[in-house]
Nanobody, 125 residues
Framework: QVQLVESGGGSVQAGGSLRLSCAAS????????MGWFRQAPGKERQAVAA????????HYADSVKGRFTLSQDNAKNMVYLQMNSLKPEDTAMYHC??????????????????WGQGTQVTVSS
């Protein structure tokens, strides 16, 4: 049974930093396509970043490039999203997602098979 559990969310002021964690079980993060998505109230789910470690792929949405960084700890089977220079528009519920073999654009939420419950990030101005 696959389980993804996010943590690390919270409330920060603009310009601050947070590190989100995604603990995976039932899959191997090094071999799976791991993505982060976010959804703000009343808005569509938005792709933030994705990593496919075995192939050396890392993708970022334009809105977070240069501010967010993905990393993995294969020994712990965890994926991290380091978020720096946070802006109020980054406020959303952040979800970790996974798929063994991605069959579409990494930005499409329907390309992923497994999802976590999410962790809330709130950035105040």
């Amino acid at each position: 049974q696959v389980q993804l559990v996010e943590s690390g969310g919270g409330s920060v002021q603009a310009g601050g930093s947070l590190r989100l964690s995604c603990a995976a079980s039932g899959i191997t993060v090094r071999r799976d396509y791991m993505g982060w998505f976010r959804q703000a109230p009343g808005k569509e789910r938005q792709a933030v970043a994705a990593i496919y470690a075995d192939a050396g792929f890392t993708h970022y949405a334009d809105s977070v490039k240069g501010r967010f960084t993905l990393s993995q700890d294969n020994a712990k089977n965890m994926v991290y999203l380091q978020m720096n220079s946070l802006k109020p528009e980054d406020t959303a519920m952040y979800h970790c997602a996974a798929v063994l073999r991605i069959g579409g654009n990494w930005r499409r939420s329907d390309a992923y098979d497994y999802w976590g419950q999410g962790t809330q990030v709130t950035v105040s101005s």
